[in-house]
């Protein structure tokens, strides 16, 4: 809205600036004295006398009344913070004037203040045809308008047309252009300006976090989590961000990625609870050795912690080291049923029987493990039967 309102200001001071001399060039009599003692109100600051001064000129005079009347009707309604009366005056002049860019313009200008976007954009869109040379901007005001308004087709054209032409792309036109274009479901040609601006401009993150939403809009995931690493590669990040490209790499089966994005984005202070979503993801990937340390740099021997530590060395079946840590963690907290399962698996794996049916029995009760408890338990009596 602030852009409108400079935009509107300035129209209007382009006229008011006009020397005297230059009305009498043009204008009828009458319309030369009311508009010159108009300016000079507006200078003063004075916009109800100068508004009064032009409508008793037009109610009275059988002139044709010019353009410039209008404008500067337009310009006193508008410095008295009258936009109803304002928009009238501007569309009444562009009525009678429809080639004048000046009552275009600010008619657009103010009709976009009114939220009225449609027409705004109709406008806007004129201006650009009756500026001489053309304007490219207000081929932009006028997407601007369409997009706020919602109508996203029409602004994708708006756009379209803009980038057809040979002038240098502003950062606010691209990004307008390539909402417009997603928005109007024509996600290939989004696609494809933005890969010819990033040709050009390869290190601009903005531009790559635009590909990134197009390619997530295309419901191509992978390319997306590339296309904002990259972004949030070449810009300091937000914690935020970090987690989001994260789980972005989670979701396309990159745990890798997706622990070093969360290092990035918890730094060095984690929680516990950090530290294990991290070191979780590093043992997804392999990288066994890699969680472990994340987990020992965190100073903290929580029942959780070590329980995360003990599930690392299981699937890593280093069962004699997860063995140590359980029960490090179950000296902490003796009726952690999780704790006491992992016990019994690495106690199972080791042939360690005679502990696998204690560690079971504890839980054989527990509504979560009761029916692999109860199954283990069973296969163990079955052991031992077949032993006598």
């Avoid at 410039?68 to 928009?87: M, N, P, S, V």
């Avoid at 990159?254 to 994005?261: D, E, F, Q, R, V």
């Avoid at 140590?324 to 902490?332: A, P």
């Amino acid at each position: 809205m602030k852009t409108m309102r400079i935009l509107l200001l300035s129209c209007i001071f382009s006229i008011l600036i006009f020397p005297a001399a230059s009305f009498a060039k043009k204008l009828p009599p009458d319309a030369r004295q009311a508009l010159f003692k108009t300016q000079v109100l507006l200078k003063e600051k004075k916009p109800v006398e100068a508004a009064r001064i032009i409508d008793q000129y037009l109610e009275t005079t059988n002139e044709n009344a010019p353009a410039e009347a209008y404008i500067l009707l337009g310009a006193a309604r508008h410095q008295a913070g009258d936009t109803e009366r304002t928009l009238r005056a501007f569309l009444q002049g562009h009525e009678r004037y429809p080639q004048n860019e000046h009552l275009c313009l600010n008619s657009a200008v103010v009709l976009y203040e009114q939220e009225q976007y449609s027409k705004a954009g109709k406008l806007f869109e004129k201006a650009f045809i009756l500026t001489a040379p053309p304007k490219p901007e207000l081929l932009y005001q006028a997407g601007a308008a369409y997009y706020t308004g919602g109508n996203y087709k029409k602004a994708a054209q708006v756009m379209n047309k803009l980038f057809s032409m040979s002038v240098e792309h502003k950062k606010e036109w691209t990004r307008l252009a390539i909402h417009s274009f997603i928005e109007a479901g024509l996600l290939e040609r989004a696609q494809t300006v933005l890969m010819t601006l990033l040709e050009k401009r390869p290190n601009d993150a903005a531009y790559w976090e635009l590909l990134a939403k197009v390619h997530m809009d295309r419901e191509q995931y992978a390319q997306a989590a590339g296309a904002l690493g990259i972004s949030y590669r070449l810009k300091n990040a937000s914690t935020a961000e970090m987690k989001r490209l994260a789980n972005l790499y989670i979701y396309v089966d990159s745990p890798l990625k997706a622990a070093n994005a969360l290092q990035q984005a918890y730094g060095t202070n984690r929680t516990p609870e950090q530290a294990s979503q991290i070191a979780s993801l590093y043992a997804s990937a392999g990288r066994i050795d890699k969680a472990l340390e994340t987990l020992n740099k965190t100073p903290n021997d929580s029942t959780k912690l070590l329980l995360e530590k003990a599930k690392i060395l299981y699937m890593a079946r280093r069962f004699d080291e997860a063995s140590k840590v359980l029960s490090t963690s179950l000296k902490l907290s003796p009726g952690n049923a999780e704790a006491h399962f992992y016990n019994a698996l690495c106690a199972w794996e080791q042939k360690h029987w005679k502990t696998a049916k204690q560690e079971f029995n504890c839980i054989v009760k527990n509504k979560d493990f009761q029916n692999h408890a109860s199954n283990a338990l069973a296969a163990l009596e079955d052991l031992e039967n077949a032993k006598l």
